[in-house]
């Protein structure tokens, strides 16, 4: 039973409460302090790239790199249908 009912509480899920909801107050956007209550990441639009690039590792799976590696094994299997036909 929480101390004041009246207050809205946070409700998230909490690992170190064996999964049981989070009990801190919630703030305005319905989460507490911990739980997304004060910040909830990049809004505009250079925030949100700058925020991207600041945590890209290496590239791997970017859609670019993704398309890339996509087109490659594409021409390696017409060269393969293409020795295939030669014999
Ligand atoms: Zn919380």
Redesign the pocket.
């Known amino acids: 039973m929480p101390i004041n009912s009246k207050v809205a509480l ?3 899920k ?1 690992r170190q409460r064996n999964g049981l909801p ?1 009990r ?1 107050p ?1 703030m305005k956007n319905g ?2 302090r ?2 997304g ?1 004060k910040c909830t990441g990049p809004k505009t639009r250079e925030g949100k790239l700058r925020s991207s690039q600041a945590n890209l590792k290496h590239g791997y799976y970017t859609q670019a790199s993704i398309s890339e590696r996509k087109r490659m094994q594409e021409i390696m299997k017409w060269r393969h249908e293409l020795t295939e036909i030669e014999k």
């Open positions: 946070c409700g998230a909490a989070c801190q919630a989460r507490c911990m739980h209550g």
